[in-house]
């Protein structure tokens, strides 16, 4: 099974989506997605259909929702050879073909997505930023831009964007949007390391208009811009950030932030033309002075 949940929801078995069109049971099936490999607790797929107003038929109502996946399931499995790498040899004639049941299993206290030979872009995502972030701490920053835009690659837009987000998903989508921010953190901070600051300009212009707050960005964005010999417009990148969250969030920039601002202006100064001198005025004779008292 190959499961894609960075962006829109695509759920596919044997290369056909299994996904439903219907709000609840694709919301069942992407809290189960995400989590696939682990027991999902009934608990927890109630809590994301309804809350804290769960109807009295909620468990009933939850297995309609796991049969009509499973239909999907099965559907999907009929059009190809339906044979998962955990199958067991029947009588030595081969592997048994998996049914819906093998790929969606009710378990003790929930229900468990199997994603055996599949894929799954949050793991993949995951495995690559864990790396990256290695990569970061070895020093290796081009091994890090490179592996850490591989994982921001497998971003098509928010998480679950299609998907109706009940509390469970509204966090894990929180969640997820953390790790993305944090992957992208650094793969532009590696990027700052190579000495590509003209190349980030254009993306950091976007990203701090997106994320207003967001301090290590507008950092990332007043570096790079001043290295890139646009000291103004650095210092001005400041002003609007501290504007910003004095008047959104009653705070000042960070002391980095401040630090930052200071070093900037330093350079500035530094690399400002001397001032010129004033010209002394001619020295006038007894007579000329006498002609401009008396005018």
């Known amino acids: 099974m190959d499961i894609d949940v960075l962006g829109a929801l695509d759920v596919r078995e044997n290369g056909k989506s299994v996904a439903p069109t219907a709000p609840k049971p694709r919301q069942v099936l992407a ?4 989590h696939a490999g682990r027991v999902v607790p009934v608990a927890s797929l109630v809590d994301e259909l309804w809350s804290d107003r769960p109807p009295r038929s909620a468990r009933t109502t939850l297995q309609t929702y796991v049969l009509q996946l499973r239909e999907l399931i099965a559907a999907a499995l009929a059009e190809g050879p339906g044979v998962g790498g955990g199958g067991e040899p029947a009588g030595g004639d081969g592997p048994v073909p998996r049914t819906a049941k093998d790929v969606l299993m009710t378990l003790p206290g929930g229900y468990l997505l199997s994603a055996d030979g599949g894929s799954s872009d949050v793991r993949t995502f ?4 864990g790396t990256g972030y290695r990569a970061m701490d070895a020093g290796d920053f081009a091994g890090a831009s490179r592996l850490l835009g591989a994982a921001l690659d497998l971003w098509s837009g928010t998480a679950f964007a299609d998907v109706q987000k009940g509390p469970q998903l509204t966090m894990e989508s929180k969640r997820l949007e953390e790790s993305r ?7 532009i901070e590696a990027d700052l390391r190579l000495g590509r600051h003209r190349e980030l300009l254009a993306e950091l212009t976007v990203l701090t208009s997106r994320y207003r707050t967001h301090e290590n960005l507008h950092a990332q964005f007043m570096l790079a811009l001043h290295r890139s010999g646009r000291r103004g417009e650095a210092l001005g990148v400041y002003q609007q950030l501290r504007t910003t969250l004095v008047r959104d969030l009653g705070l000042e920039p960070s002391p980095r932030l401040h630090r930052l601002q200071h070093s900037i202006l330093v350079a500035a100064a530094d690399c400002a033309p ?4 004033v010209p002394a005025e001619p020295a006038q004779s007894p007579r000329s002075r006498r002609l401009a008292q008396a005018s």
């Open 274 to 277: 001397a001032p010129q001198p």
């Open 31 to 34: 809290l189960l997605a995400l």
């Open 181 to 187: 921010l944090c992957a992208l953190d650094q793969r």
């Open 126 to 129: 995951e495995r690559l930023a």
